[in-house]
Structures are given as structure tokens and as C-alpha cells.
């Protein structure tokens, strides 16, 4: 098998004897385990740390022989990734196992039946070893327990182009960057650890085009936990960026059947949140996250410059975010993208989807941020700015319990805007509660469901910029009772609804509970509605203390209100919240306008 001048002089066994099998450390193709046929009273199994330059014999010590001192033939050899060179061979008289720095080989007969062993393969998902046995089936039985928990750390740049098995952990050592461009399986539970100043970078583009490149997933119908990619809470992601850790994700990479595929934040020696380790870079452009219980989730960092805040050096463009019925044990999505008082880390046409047929409610969110800076904006593909209508790719957020679901808690920090985005078939397209600041532009909302869907919800936020939308249904029904705008609780700093065209809806816009205070509140101006069943619905919320309804003035001598209403079902303006008229103006109308009654229809 192997050339003479590859084999060491001293040992001829090569050159005599038929080789039944190769083991190869994956980890490093040179040091190989080689098993020969046939009874002898010579070595069964020979090693080569080289490739092939020279031999060392493996002693028989522990084999089973036939009494006369001769040893059986060995018919298959297993590494045990993970392992201190574990070797497991198949011989005619049943398993062996020898590992590093042992002399003796050991008996491995538990729950395999005795016999010629032809063929053996390790299930990590399971920690178990199979074993093929002539005439008698297939066996398995636990494999030994390690003396400690596997952990494969990478301590040299590299890149890895064939797939690996990971047993426990991998870590990705301070200076070293690791590039992927094949298959990770991880076993249940095992992370992958992105140290300060080290890079991971996972590409989906193998060059040699046999596989489909850079992928981690789980080696059993299970779960991995997920990529930590580290960082230092206190530091500057521009200003020191060898304090962090940095995640690369490109070219159609796959994250799959993670419980949480991607953190910015490090680990402590017990496995918790390592506060002081926040802000790890994760930049991800043409990435896929399939079939992950959370799909990426950030720790509240803010990077600086000099001092002041500037956005986070993490983003996602033309990312595929997606979870189907083939869901691991049948776990439902949290959310694709959580933030927590995080600054700029922004999202450029990525596609979020849910197909699950299981579950009404429990749907997950798209984009979940919690006292956030973010933009949720268009992908351009070229280089023309502005970018042609053509190139725009926007980002689309499909059968998901929300699509974006803003929180803040009034301390300037939720700041999130939205352009162009596609929002389909979502209960809640929008939901923005206490935001500091939310807009909301050129997005097409297709309102329908079975839960009372609405497009944009906005509760007790009042600084929006919501204009250029469209609502749109697929009919009114018993099942199907969609609103487009709901406005709770603004207040009476609460900007204007404007130039937004709403189609088939139960409700345009509705407005609830307190919207303004004395003549000051919310407007609706210059939106289209088109066959709806009440275009505009002021309502009261009980029990609510304090004014309710909207602005007194709808429109201004002079700047008529520019809503107009066609073919409305029931109502275009119904007011059923406050006691004192609303004043409409007309854009024809510059010192008449129409005054509607208390309760009244206009």
C-alpha cells in the first residue's frame, strides 16, 4: 500500500502484510493508525506520526490471540474525536481499545455480542459506539467516559475545508483567526467560544464547489448552544478593537438548530453572562440562521469614538432568517434579532419567516429591541446612489407574532427605524411600547390573521414619524378583522399620522385612550382610505384617568387635513371618546369648517 522508500527499514510489516483499514486524526492528516490482516505473532496495528515517513508499532499487549501466540487480524480502527487518541478496533474476536500513553490494549465487549467485528462507527450524539458483527447484527454500547470535558482549541491560524466533528467545545484562542469553509457538527450543548482579538470566520463558498461550504449544525436531532463571541464592556470597539472578538459570516453560511445561534458577550468559567465581556463584532453578510430557538442576541454595549457614542461595528445584510416544521422537538422561534441598549447595530434587507403550521400564537418576534438604536433599511445591490429602485432588496418579516417589537423605558435610548420593509400575514406587524422615537416609512403592510391583526401598533410612544405606508387585507370576514394604525396613549405631543393609503381594513387608523391634552394631540392628515369600514375611530379606554381622544383640530385655517375617503363602508370618521367637538378642516375649507357632533359621524 504504502511506496518501500515510505516504509522505516526496521519495520517490514507493511511490505508483508494486507492493511485492513486507516484511522486518521482529524485534526492532523499526518498521524496516521494503519491495521493489518491476518493471525500473527507480530504487531497488529502501526502508527505514523508523518504520513507515512516512518513507523512506530503499537503493542498487541491486550489483543486477543489463539493461544499459540498468535494475535487475531484487526478488521477496522475508529478514532474518537475529542479524545486523547482513542482507538477502537474491530477484530475477529470482538471490540479493543487502546489511547495515549496506555500499553495495554483493553477489552470493549459491553453490550456487543462476541464475535467477528467487521465494521465500527461512533454516534456522538448518543456517546455511543456500534459495532457491525458477522452473522449477528448490529450492536452498541456507551462509550468510556472522558476524564474531562472535550474542548478543541485552536491555537494557530487556520483554515478548515473538510467537515469536522466537535464532541464538546470549541474555542477560538486570543490572535488566531479560524476560517471554515465545510460542515461543523457540534454535539448538544457544545458552544463555540470567540475569544478577545481572534476572528471566526464561517464562509459558504467552497472552493472546491463538492460541498456547500461553511455550516454549523448539530450532529443529532438536538440542539447546540451557540457562537459567544467576546468583548470588553468598558472598551471601544473602533479605538481598541484587540479587545474583541469578531464573528464573520458570508457568502450563504448556515447556522442551524442552535438554541441561540450568535451572542455578543463572553462566557465566565461557569458557563454564565460574563457582564464585563460584552461587545463582541458580528458582521453577517448573505448568512442564513435556520431552525434557531434565538437567532442573534446583543447585551447592552455602545461603542464610542473619542468619547461620544457611535453605531456598533456589528450588522446583518441580506441575511435569511427562517424556522419551517422541521423545528428541533417542535420548539417554537423567540425572536431572529434581540437587542438590549445596543447602538446602531443595523439590519440591511434581510428576509425574516416563519412557516410553522403548529403554532397560532407562539410565532416569535422578527426584530425584538429593548432600549435599542436601530435601522431596518434597504440592501443595495450595486453601487449607484442613490440606489435605482431596481437594485433595492427589502427586508420582509413573514407570519411572525411581530415583525418588529420596539420597548423602551423613556430614557432616549429606543430609537428604531423602519423603510421600505414588506410586512406579511403578521398579527402584529409593528408594536412600539415607550419608544423614545420610532419611524416608520414606505413599508406595505398585508394585514390578515385570525388574532385581530394591526400593522403598526404605537402605545404611550409619541415622537413617530409614520408616513408613506400601505395597508392593505385580503377582505374583512369573521376570521379577518384588520386594523391598520392603532395610537394608544400618545399624549399630546404626538406627532402626525400622515400619507398613508389604507385599503379593505375594519379600521384605518384608530385611536385610543388619551391622544392629546386640552387642543394639542394626535392628527391624521393627508391619508388615502379606500373601502374601509371606518376609516377614522376615536375610542375610549376604561378605566383611563385623564383627557381622551385627539388633537381638537384636525388640519388648520388655511391647511385643510388632506385625508380622503373613498367608498368607506360605515364610517369615514367616527368619535366616541370626547365630549368636546373636533374640528375638521377641509383643504377647500378656509374659515367653515366641518364641526362633528360629540359621538358623531363624518
Not at 486524526?25 to 496516521?32: F, G, T, V
Not at 487475531?72 to 479524545?83: D, K, P
Not at 440592501?379 to 423602551?408: D, E, I, K, M
Not at 387608523?509 to 374601509?532: I, V
Request: aromatic share 10%; with cysteine.
Amino acid at each position: 500500500f504504502f511506496p518501500p522508500e515510505n516504509v522505516n527499514n526496521s519495520l517490514h510489516l507493511l511490505r508483508f502484510f494486507e492493511v485492513t483499514d486507516i484511522a486518521v486524526d482529524p485534526e492532523n492528516s499526518l498521524r496516521l493508525w494503519v491495521s493489518l490482516c491476518g493471525f500473527s505473532t507480530q504487531a497488529r496495528v502501526v502508527f505514523s506520526s508523518n504520513g507515512g515517513n516512518s513507523w512506530t508499532e503499537v503493542g498487541n499487549t491486550g489483543l486477543p490471540s489463539d493461544g499459540a501466540g498468535e494475535f487475531f487480524q484487526i478488521n477496522h480502527l475508529e478514532y474518537r474525536e475529542g479524545s486523547d487518541d482513542q482507538i477502537f478496533a474491530a477484530t475477529d474476536a470482538g471490540v479493543f481499545y487502546i489511547e495515549d500513553g496506555a500499553t495495554e490494549w483493553q477489552c470493549f465487549n459491553n453490550d456487543i455480542a462476541i464475535g467477528v467485528v467487521q465494521d465500527l462507527d461512533i454516534d456522538y450524539c448518543t456517546s455511543t459506539l456500534r459495532a457491525s458483527v458477522y452473522g449477528r447484527g448490529v450492536w452498541e454500547s456507551p462509550l468510556p467516559v472522558l476524564a474531562n470535558t472535550p474542548i478543541k482549541e485552536v491555537t494557530q491560524s487556520q483554515t478548515w475545508d473538510v467537515a469536522r466533528v466537535i464532541p464538546g467545545d470549541l474555542v477560538v484562542r486570543s490572535g488566531v483567526t479560524l476560517t471554515v469553509k465545510q460542515k461543523i457538527l457540534m454535539t448538544p450543548n457544545g458552544k463555540i467560544i470567540v475569544e478577545p482579538n481572534a476572528k471566526l470566520i464561517i464562509d459558504g463558498l467552497n472552493s472546491t464547489n463538492d460541498f456547500e461550504g461553511g455550516k454549523v449544525t448539530c450532529s443529532c436531532d438536538s440542539r447546540w448552544d451557540g457562537i459567544y463571541v467576546s468583548g470588553k464592556s468598558t472598551a471601544s470597539q473602533s479605538s481598541s478593537p484587540s479587545l474583541f472578538g469578531k464573528l464573520v459570516l458570508k457568502n450563504g453560511s448556515k447556522l442551524e438548530n442552535a438554541i441561540q445561534a450568535v451572542n455578543n458577550f463572553g462566557l465566565t468559567s461557569g458557563g454564565s453572562l460574563d457582564w464585563a465581556a460584552i461587545g463582541g463584532i458580528v458582521q453577517a453578510d448573505d448568512a442564513v440562521f435556520y431552525n434557531n430557538v434565538h437567532g442573534a442576541r446583543f447585551m447592552a454595549y455602545t461603542n464610542t469614538h473619542r468619547g461620544n457614542p457611535v453605531n456598533d461595528k456589528s450588522y446583518f445584510r441580506k441575511c435569511d432568517f427562517s424556522v419551517d416544521d422541521d423545528m428541533i422537538n417542535g420548539d417554537y422561534l423567540y425572536a431572529f434579532i434581540e437587542q438590549w441598549k445596543t447602538r446602531g447595530i443595523d439590519i440591511f434587507g434581510c428576509n425574516f419567516t416563519n412557516t410553522q403550521t403548529a403554532f397560532e400564537i407562539d410565532r416569535g418576534i422578527g426584530v425584538f429591541n429593548q432600549e435599542a438604536k436601530c435601522t431596518i433599511t434597504d440592501h443595495c445591490n450595486g453601487t449607484t446612489y442613490p440606489c435605482p429602485t431596481a437594485s433595492q432588496v427589502h427586508s420582509t418579516f413573514t407570519g411572525l407574532r411581530y415583525g418588529v417589537n420596539v420597548s423602551g423605558t423613556g430614557n432616549g435610548l429606543a430609537v428604531t427605524s423602519v423603510y421600505n420593509a414588506v410586512f406579511t400575514n403578521n398579527p402584529w406587524g409593528i408594536y412600539s411600547g415607550s419608544s423614545d422615537d420610532t419611524k416608520v416609512v414606505g413599508c406595505t403592510f398585508d394585514v390578515n390573521g385570525t388574532d385581530g391583526p394591526i400593522g403598526i401598533y404605537l402605545e404611550n410612544s409619541p415622537i413617530t414619524d409614520i408616513y408613506g405606508n400601505e395597508f392593505n387585507s385580503a377582505g374583512v370576514s369573521p376570521t379577518n378583522i384588520p386594523a391598520g394604525i392603532v395610537a394608544e396613549d400618545l399624549g399630546q405631543t404626538a406627532t402626525p399620522i400622515y400619507n398613508n393609503t389604507f385599503n379593505d381594513l375594519v379600521v384605518g387608523c384608530s385611536a385610543q385612550g388619551g391622544n392629546k391634552n386640552g387642543l394639542a394631540g394626535l392628527q391624521f392628515l393627508c391619508n388615502d382610505y379606500y373601502d374601509n369600514l371606518v376609516a377614522i375611530s376615536v375610542v375610549n379606554l376604561t378605566p383611563k384617568v385623564g383627557a381622551q381622544g385627539i388633537a381638537a383640530f384636525q388640519g388648520s385655517n388655511g391647511d385643510g387635513a388632506g385625508n380622503r375617503f373613498y367608498n368607506s363602508g360605515l364610517y369615514d370618521y367616527i368619535n366616541s371618546a370626547q365630549t368636546e367637538a373636533i374640528v375638521y378642516w377641509h383643504n377647500t375649507a378656509t374659515g367653515n369648517p366641518i364641526v362633528p357632533t360629540t359621538s358623531g359621524v363624518f
